[in-house]
T-cell receptor, first 113, second 113 residues
Framework: GESVGLHLPTLSVQEGDNSIINCAYSNSASDYFIWYKQESGKGPQFIID?????DKRQGQRVTVLLNKTVKHLSLQIAATQPGDSAVYFCAENMRTNAGKSTFGDGTTLTVKP | DSGVTQTPKHLITATGQRVTLRCSPRSGDLSVYWYQQSLDQGLQFLIQYYNGEERAKGNILERFSAQQFPDLHSELNLSSLELGDSALYFC????????????FGSGTRLTVV
């Protein structure tokens, strides 16, 4: 139940498995990246961020990896739970660009019990 | 509750009409961002205000306008509405002029009939 490298619009995993959600960003000048989670009927919710001077950052059950060489970002969710079912978006920023975030295409994660 | 309040939650209106969407940012946040989310285009940046002044503009139609008031709440005005304007409109706020992650409201679902 995981994918590496390729952005998929949907991802289905078994409860308890690890999930990897991928994102390709567009601007090599982007220097700050964010992952958001959007549950049905709600606005996107900040999960974790990473600056371009880092290649990995860990949160609670989540890890973000950044590969600037290929302009790729991934979100790893450990021990995926049904409550993790949502649409996940990556966003890229340039801190010189007045804070405007450019959002990638979302990935819908479905967790099967 | 994210702290960002959007009203109304739902709006149904006819083509050609004008509507106003309202957003109150999280307490202490000076920046307000408006995004449009449609099924086929993901989250599209419309406009940003920082402490009452327009800071950045995205692909916002001329029929759309926004402002941020001295109390920092913001309004997005949509006029001469078309069927294609049907979408979710999200407001987000951040404490910096340059975003380090947004707090989103729950959105206003606009349906143009």
């Amino acid at each position: 139940g995981e994918s590496v490298g390729l952005h998929l619009p949907t991802l289905s995993v078994q409860e308890g498995d690890n999930s990897i959600i991928n994102c390709a960003y567009s601007n090599s000048a982007s220097d700050y990246f964010i992952w958001y989670k959007q549950e049905s009927g709600k606005g996107p919710q900040f999960i974790i961020d990473i600056r371009s001077n880092m290649d990995k950052r860990q949160g609670q059950r989540v890890t973000v990896l950044l590969n600037k060489t290929v302009k790729h970002l991934s979100l790893q969710i450990a021990a995926t739970q049904p409550g993790d079912s949502a649409v996940y978006f990556c966003a890229e920023n340039m801190r010189t660009n007045a804070g405007k975030s450019t959002f990638g295409d979302g990935t819908t994660l479905t967790v099967k019990p | 509750d994210s702290g960002v309040t959007q009203t109304p939650k739902h709006l149904i209106t006819a083509t050609g009409q004008r509507v106003t969407l309202r957003c109150s940012p999280r307490s202490g946040d000076l920046s307000v961002y408006w995004y449009q989310q449609s099924l086929d285009q993901g989250l599209q940046f419309l406009i940003q205000y920082y402490n009452g002044e327009e800071r950045a503009k995205g692909n916002i139609l001329e029929r759309f306008s926004a402002q941020q008031f001295p109390d920092l709440h913001s309004e997005l005005n949509l006029s001469s509405l078309e069927l294609g304007d049907s979408a979710l409109y999200f407001c987000a706020s951040s404490s910096h002029g340059i975003s380090y992650g947004y707090t989103f409201g729950s959105g206003t679902r606009l349906t143009v009939v």
